[in-house]
């Protein structure tokens, strides 16, 4: 399993977030952020980069918002991370982040 950073983290709570709405929905900064205790300056930066890999896309102006670009069975967790990440390396994959928690459990089963 590969070291995964806070940004890596932070990218993937958000992507469930959003997986776990509409497709239709758009979830605004703010909103995502508090579900998902992440700090919300640095959740920008997170969404900008994920919008620039086609992962998820926005809409501007006061109804606007983030939603995924495509179906969520269609996004991998290695293309999210590949996105948020510079490099992996093996370490454990206990994380006391509970909505990931599913992610490193699967990727253990050979």
Do not use: H
Not at 69 to 87: D, G, W
């Amino acid at each position: 399993m590969a070291i995964v950073s806070t940004k890596g983290i932070y990218g993937l709570t958000a992507m469930v977030i959003l997986a776990k709405e509409n497709e239709q929905k758009l979830l605004q900064i703010k909103e995502i952020a508090s579900k998902g205790d992440i700090p919300q300056n640095y959740l920008e930066q997170i969404l900008v980069t994920l919008k620039k890999s086609g992962i998820v896309e926005s809409i501007r102006g006061a109804s606007g918002g983030y939603r995924l670009s495509k179906n969520a069975n269609n996004i991998s967790v290695f293309e999210i991370l590949n996105s948020l990440e510079s490099s992996f390396a093996q370490t454990d994959t206990k994380t006391k982040n509970s909505l990931l928690q599913p992610f490193w459990d699967d990727s253990q089963k050979k």
